[in-house]
């Protein structure tokens, strides 16, 4: 036996209590720092070793003879999807093991940019069904940028009298047309007419889409970049938001669990910015104009015209540029079903990239190696992943039903082979990561779009027609719990089966020949998906929303209420551009509402009337509940820069992986708001 037979073992308790006992918050455990980037190829060379270990061992010695049978046949259909899946890892190892810090680069530009004159930025803010709620904050927060020069367009493809009049009040210009072809890049483009018919000629174009809310230095630090890099067509700041997307908020993991797109924005797209392959994401961008003239303007021929424009951009010379600042905070989507519309859109942009423009192993463009890499394996996730997640709901169950093992092999070599790569990688990606994947909710995410990308995939690469770009409905509220029953259906047939299989499982005259270890890893294995199925299940049942604003937690910011001559010191505890929480230390004489309004002051030039609309008593303190009234315009910029102003109007997670499952799993038996 090599070493790592011996030690496999030892391996997979201590990595797993390590992943499991908080090691992204053990001040023992070093964190691998941007100006440390060396021990990355080290940590993911590792890796790709023992997956290649495991996969020599895995084709040499642990499939059946071939037959051409649906028995014979299953295990080699399964080996295919594995495959995939293993190619997919791989590259992620490459793609992690680089990682970029452009913000000293940033710091650098900054002066150069504040000495030299000024560019010309159009700031867009592309929208066609967005109530004036979402939409408020969003110009709010393009009003307050600090850098000189900036014009402000609200682009509306909805046509509305009512969003030109709040434009004029607001002082931004806004822009309409004829049609809505091209869907939100044919708007730009008209846009960008418009803009040029003024007589103004932007250097540089801001996107924003209509439920995003930039901080005030947002165009400021992507020009810094710009200034530095003149081949950079696309400097894209992540995504970050203030809500909790449908997963976290219906299986109450709101503060606790990452959103989706946390290891995309935090690991993922520096990886590929280290490799030169980062793209645009649609918005929170800048972009050169040249460069977009370049490429003919903004594609209209995919539904994801963000990541063709990146394309287009990188065969024209011109690189896309990540910047790791949380510089802008959006609306997630609110409902379980626009949640999948949303991934169903990029799933099918993405098809119809590689179908008429990109294909990975095509010769028609002039890609690099590494852009096609990582076209080929994003291909791979959206067309593949999705289907290997039922195959692995399915295998168990096919075991009971047949005797039939997709791995032909004994407890011990499992152990030596699959063990050890298995346990360091999700100790290692645990460590890096530092809490933006957590096991258990990937797979519910996946099993939730996995209907959506596997027919955005048979769509966009079989059907040639015109396919209409599917917007995301925001600003949705509502009193009751739903059950979203399309996503809940194909959950509930795969929990049927496993429950199936554990019924078998747990009879011994069910194929009573089989060995008691591979019997006991099925068994395990079914119970895992179960568990799996019964939280995805669980996911679909739609919880209430109340609030049209989120609130934010102030940190007790001090301030004063004042009431006639006399003032009170408060603590605020939580704000938004509709209301605010504020703690006294003393009592009040009533509860309730009241109807006459107060001043809340920050300081002797910020102050605002407030309504109190609920009083109660919160750990020894008076609380009032309060809504702003009669805000001018000049108030509610200083509330989104007081709000979002150094970025921190955002969701954050914590990395109690621990505590998060423990949370999934009661909310299996509270399926009921608080």
């Known amino acids: 036996m090599d070493v790592i037979s ?9 990595g797993l209590l390590l992943t499991l006992f908080g090691l992204r918050q053990s001040r023992w455990v070093p964190r691998i720092r941007d100006e440390n980037r060396k021990l990355r190829p080290w940590i993911f060379g590792l890796l790709a070793v023992l997956l290649a270990r495991y996969l020599i061992w895995r084709l040499t010695q642990t499939l059946p003879p071939f037959e051409w049978s649906f028995v014979g046949l299953w295990p080699y259909l399964f080996l295919l999807f594995e495959l995939a899946s293993v190619a997919m890892t791989l590259i992620t190892y490459v793609t992690l093991s680089r990682h970029t810090n452009r913000t000293p680069e940033v710091e650098r530009g900054l002066p150069l940019l504040k000495a030299r004159p000024a560019y010309k930025v159009a700031l867009l803010i592309p929208t066609y069904n967005e109530p004036l709620v979402v939409l408020e904050r969003t110009i709010l927060g393009a009003l307050v940028q600090d850098y000189p020069d900036v014009q402000v367009w ?13 434009c004029a009040a607001a002082g931004v210009s806004y822009a309409t047309r004829v049609g809505n072809a091209g869907a939100k890049a044919g708007n730009m483009n008209a846009g960008l007419a418009s803009i040029r018919a003024t007589g103004f000629e932007p250097d540089f174009l801001g996107v924003l889409d209509a439920d995003f809310v930039a901080t005030p230095g947002f165009i400021r630090r992507c020009l810094a970049l710009h200034l530095l890099n003149d081949n950079a067509g696309i400097v894209q700041t992540p995504q ?5 997307d449908p997963i976290q908020m219906n299986l109450a ?23 030169g392959t980062a793209f645009c994401c649609g918005t929170s961008s800048v972009i050169r104009t040249a460069a977009v003239d370049a490429i003919g303007g903004f594609p209209m021929d995919s539904v994801t015209e963000d990541m063709l424009m990146s394309m287009r951009m990188r065969e024209a010379g011109y690189e896309t540029l990540y910047l790791n600042e949380p510089l802008t905070t959006g609306l997630a989507p609110e409902g379980l079903g626009e949640y999948i519309v949303q991934r169903h859109r990029w799933c099918l942009g993405l098809m119809q990239i590689i179908r008429d423009h990109y294909n990975p192993l095509s010769r028609r463009h002039r890609l690099r190696l590494m852009d096609r890499v990582h076209l080929l394996d994003t291909f791979m996730y959206w067309a593949l992943s999705f289907p290997t997640r039922y195959l692995f709901m399915a295998a168990p169950v096919f075991y009971w039903l047949t005797g039939l093992l997709v791995i032909q092999a004994d407890m011990p070599s499992m152990m030596v082979y699959l063990l050890p790569w298995l346990v360091l990688h999700m100790t290692a990606m645990t460590w890096i990561t530092r809490g933006s994947l957590q096991p258990v909710l990937n797979d519910v995410t996946q099993l939730l779009i996995a209907p959506a990308a596997i027919h955005a995939t048979f769509t966009g690469l079989l059907s040639n027609k015109k396919h209409k770009f599917a917007v995301t409905p925001k600003g949705l509220t509502g009193t009751e719990i ?4 399309r996503a809940l259906t194909p959950v509930l047939i795969f929990l049927a089966l496993n429950l199936l299989g554990l019924v078998l499982a747990l009879m011994p005259q069910v194929q009573p020949e089989l060995d ?27 919880l209430p929303r109340q609030r049209t604003q ?15 001559s006399s003032s009170l010191p408060v603590a605020v505890r939580d704000l938004s551009l509709g209301g605010c929480s504020l703690a006294l230390d003393i009592a009040l004489p009533d509860s309730g509402s009241s109807t006459a309004p107060v001043t809340l002051r920050f300081a002797a030039h910020e102050s605002y009337r407030v309504l109190r609309v609920r009083a109660g008593v919160v750990d020894g303190r008076s609380v009032l509940g309060c809504r702003f009234v009669d805000l001018d315009l000049d108030q509610q910029q200083n ?12 969701l954050r997670h914590d990395n109690d992986t621990l505590g998060l499952l423990g949370t999934m799993f009661r909310r299996l038996f509270k399926p009921s708001a608080d």
């Open 6 to 14: 011996v030690l496999a073992p030892v391996i997979f308790v201590i």
């Open 154 to 166: 609200v682009l509306d493809d909805g046509k509305r009298d009512w969003l030109r009049d709040y």
């Open 240 to 244: 970050h938001f203030f809500n909790p």
């Open 253 to 275: 993991l709101s503060g606790m669990a990452p959103d989706e797109q946390r290891f995309f924005f935090d690991e993922l797209l520096p990886g590929r910015d280290g490799w």
């Open 482 to 485: 739903t059950i979203d029953w």
């Open 516 to 542: 008691s270890a591979p019997r006991l890893v099925n068994l395990f294995w079914i119970v895992v998906n179960v568990l799996v199925l019964s939280m995805t299940a669980a996911a679909c049942v739609e």
């Open 550 to 564: 989120e609130r934010f937690d102030s940190g007790d910011q001090r301030a004063h209420l004042v009431l006639g």
């Open 639 to 650: 509330l989104v820069r007081r709000i979002y102003g150094a970025g921190d109007g955002r």
